[in-house]
T-cell receptor, first 113, second 114 residues
């Protein structure tokens, strides 16, 4: 049962344009959401997170938006750079009780120079 | 400050064998979590160790077991290997067990079962 879904396996964007990566979740108990970036032969690295009490969190070129009613979040990268090319994983957790992350299947972003 | 290191990086085992994967956590981190990432999938939680005790387990059978040592390093043991155990195994360390500050992941061990 996939509780966190990333329905787009891949995305190609021109350098300088906006990249939008989407993520849906089914478990209403999730209250914290994270994005990780993964390069080949490396482990995932934490990118940005958002608590369910917020609807937006921004860090430089990266912004995460959360729509709780739709159980949907998105990661915006603007402007996109070739170094952003990687696999992006959406993850969710519950701040109380269980302490593990539930990951989506990832979206491979390719930024074309 | 050292990051999370995992060994070995690659491993080939035969079905039915046993395997031990190792992880050294980041300095200052007292919690280690193990994840399995099958091809084309996201990482799936196996279990977590906090202060040498299991602190949560995902939907994995008992033949997946672990240990955490006083220096917070950890082992993942898998008995009676099956072909479906072929995956990238990721270790992640954190402080005080909560993922909300973001884990630090190692680069993983690629296990192939033939």
């Amino acid at each position: 049962d996939q509780q966190v879904k990333q329905n787009s396996p891949s995305l190609s964007v021109q350098e300088g344009r906006i990249s939008i990566l989407n993520c849906d979740y089914t478990n209403s108990m999730f209250d914290y959401f994270l994005w990780y970036k993964k390069y080949p032969a490396e482990g995932p690295t934490f990118l940005i997170s958002i608590s369910s009490i917020k609807d937006k969190n921004e860090d430089g070129r990266f912004t995460v938006f959360l729509n709780k009613s739709a159980k949907h979040l998105s990661l915006h990268i603007v402007p996109s750079q070739p170094g952003d090319s990687a696999v992006y994983f959406c993850a969710a957790s519950k701040q109380t009780g269980a302490n593990n992350l539930f990951f989506g299947t990832g979206t491979r972003l390719t930024v074309i120079p | 400050e050292t990051g999370v290191t995992q060994s070995p990086t690659h491993l080939i085992k035969t079905r039915g064998q046993q395997v031990t994967l190792r992880c050294s956590s980041q300095s200052g981190h007292n919690t280690v979590s193990w994840y399995q990432q099958a091809l084309g999938q996201g990482p799936q939680f196996i279990f977590q160790y906090y202060r040498e005790e299991e602190n949560g387990r995902g939907n994995f059978p008992p033949r997946f077991s672990g240990l955490q040592f006083p220096n917070y390093s950890s082992e993942l043991n898998v008995n009676a290997l099956e072909l479906d155990d072929s995956a990238l195994y990721l270790c992640a360390s954190s402080f005080e067990g909560t993922p909300n500050y973001g884990y630090t992941f190692g680069s993983g061990t690629r296990l192939t079962v033939v």
